[in-house]
């Protein structure tokens, strides 16, 4: 098998205050990431649902997101924020928890499908989690995407547990990078 293509993307920050200027790109990139979903009638992750996401995300304190261009076209995002200390809701799966509470909430990491395979997520997980002054990250993988967990742990996470944090949601995989005794690459 032969190593991804890497694409010359323009890869742009954005924070709290673009939020909105960018709203629409997040929703059309998540409307075509998604597009087989929506036609088999998943309705967790129908455009008027994950919009609602986009916008508490968005709004919060250290909102943080990275979109890819190729050329003028948005080929995919990573977002998130930190979370808010004293709440990393993560660390009940774990015991003992590590010390270190700061901790980035990695929301968000979606390619569009014509862009896939061409190590453009492991660019935008880079630009987004690769300075960030929190010690820690954690995200939740849907646990029927097996594929998914197994890239996230090259990159140095390590499932910590499993939850379903809406009713309607699918039960999803707790993983944590940065902490003691597993590396991060």
Known sequence: ????????????????DQAAGIRQILLDVHADAYSDAAEAGDR?????????FVDHWSALPGFACVIAY??????????GAPAVDGREWWRTHLSP?????????LSE??????????????QLHTALVGQR????????VDTTHPRVQAL????????????QPFADSPLYAVMVRGLPGVQST
């Open 1 to 16: 098998m032969e190593p991804p293509v890497i694409a010359p993307y323009t890869l742009t920050h954005y924070g709290p």
């Open 44 to 52: 967790f992750h129908d455009q008027e649902r994950f919009a609602w």
């Open 70 to 79: 190729d050329g003028e076209e948005p080929a995919g995002y990573a977002y």
């Open 97 to 105: 928890a590590p010390e270190q509470t700061a901790t980035f909430s």
């Open 109 to 122: 990491l979606m390619v569009r499908p014509k862009w896939r395979k061409t190590g453009l997520a492991d």
């Open 133 to 140: 002054p929190e010690p820690l990250t954690v995200l939740l």
């Open 152 to 163: 996230y742990e090259t990159w140095g996470y390590r499932k910590v547990g499993e939850q």
